[in-house]
């Protein structure tokens, strides 16, 4: 950072100019897009690209701010585009402040705080222009951006690395999971994979498993060891601390071994493999492998088939209700699941468990760094755009 001190000293010593934003920009309202044609430039919303036209609003770098909703959603955007009217687009005036680095800075000045009392979230451009703007002299700003974009880019190419494992993920676990209950006819190039569909029994989860009919009192449980549908993380990311912890009452126990699912919205994928003793509500199933069933079924392995888009597919099918669906314990226990050998199963849990802890794993993945980068930048772009008003 020393480079950037260098330069403040030299270029603004007694301090960086602060002007209003409508002094630096234009801001633009959006337009209607149901009229336009398909083509290959974005339409803005709020909520970020809608759909592709073939007419362009503007074609300078420009800053998109939202006028309703996530106010604090931003969009810088140096290519052709369209904006509705939900967010303006900003006319900048390059001879005084860079696009890139009014992008950076509007994401530190609480854009998504303001205007917000009541009703809808929605922005004004009256208050916008009043919004004071740091515009230190343009060799310093080139300077800042290119820092600053130097940690975007990192986060942004590790952003790429994920959805790339992510997609090998889902080819690897539909490739082992996937078993024909007809092997029949298998031609010779394909008597590896007969062999191996041939060893393998098709049972109904109540046929290997339970839901939990142990109980726990409230005073052995703490923010690690209460698990509640809200603490259960989306997408098959194991599970949080939790901010609520009863304080009284009994509830169902777990085990380290089951599989914890929430039972609310099963679109959301909510699931946990337990590895250690707590309790749970009714919004939670706790699965638990029938003692007599488990020398030959490995926990983790039920894991992987019930934490598969195959088993959540089936368990919406089934859920019961239409704002707030809720899987149906019943039909959960007619699914059926392909048991192969356990020297089978311990291969795929092993392939499988690499690629979980590398797309899934909060702590030590992709997603643990890519959140680390993100810290990185926010830490440097608050401490780089934090200047000395001049007097």
């Known amino acids: 950072m020393s480079r950037i001190d260098d330069l403040i000293a030299k270029h603004c010593p007694n301090g960086v100019k602060f002007k209003r934003l409508g002094d630096v920009v234009r801001i633009k309202n959006g337009k209607d897009h149901k009229q336009l044609g398909e083509g290959n430039i974005p339409v803005y919303g709020s909520g970020g690209i809608m759909r592709y036209v073939d007419t362009y609003a503007y074609n300078k770098p420009s800053v998109l701010i939202p006028r309703k909703g996530s106010l604090g959603n931003l969009f810088y955007v140096d290519i052709p585009f369209w904006n509705v009217d939900t967010i303006f687009y900003t006319e900048i005036n390059e001879r005084q402040i860079l696009p890139k680095f009014l992008y950076h800075f509007l994401t530190t000045a609480g854009l998504g705080e303001m205007n917000q009392a009541g009703g809808v979230p929605s922005q004004t451009q009256a208050v916008l222009n009043e919004l004071q703007v740091p515009v230190p002299p343009l060799p ?188 149906d314990k019943t039909a959960i226990m007619q699914y059926q699941v392909a048991i192969p050998p356990l020297d089978e199963q311990e291969r795929i849990v092993a392939i499988l468990d690499k690629f979980d802890a590398l797309v899934n794993d909060l702590s030590q993945g992709l997603p643990a760094e890519i959140a680390a980068r993100r810290q990185q930048y926010e830490h440097y772009r608050d401490r780089l755009l934090t200047f000395q008003e001049a007097a």
Do not use: C
């Open 140 to 327: 310093v700003q080139q300077e800042i951006v290119r820092v600053l974009d130097s940690f975007s880019n990192l986060t942004a190419e590790l952003e790429a690395e994920l959805e790339a494992r992510r997609k090998q993920y889902s080819h690897y676990r539909d490739a082992l999971l996937t078993f024909s209950e007809d092997t029949t006819g298998a031609s010779k190039q394909a008597s590896k994979q007969a062999s191996k569909q041939a060893s393998v029994r098709w049972m109904t989860m109540a046929s290997i498993a339970d839901y939990s009919d142990t109980r726990i009192s409230a005073k052995h449980l703490n923010s690690d060891t209460y698990v509640g549908v809200d603490n259960i993380l989306q997408n098959r990311a194991g599970k949080a601390h939790s901010s609520y912890v009863p304080q009284t009452g009994k509830f169902t126990e777990y085990k380290a071994g089951d599989i914890l699912i929430g039972n609310i919205r099963p679109y959301l994928k909510k699931i946990w493999h337990a590895d250690r003793q707590g309790g749970t509500n009714g919004d939670v199933l706790v699965v638990r492998i029938k003692a007599e069933e488990k020398r030959s079924i490995s926990s983790r392995y039920l894991y992987q088939i019930l934490a598969d888009d195959k088993f959540f597919d089936y368990d919406m099918r089934h859920a019961k209700g239409a704002k707030m669906p809720r899987g």
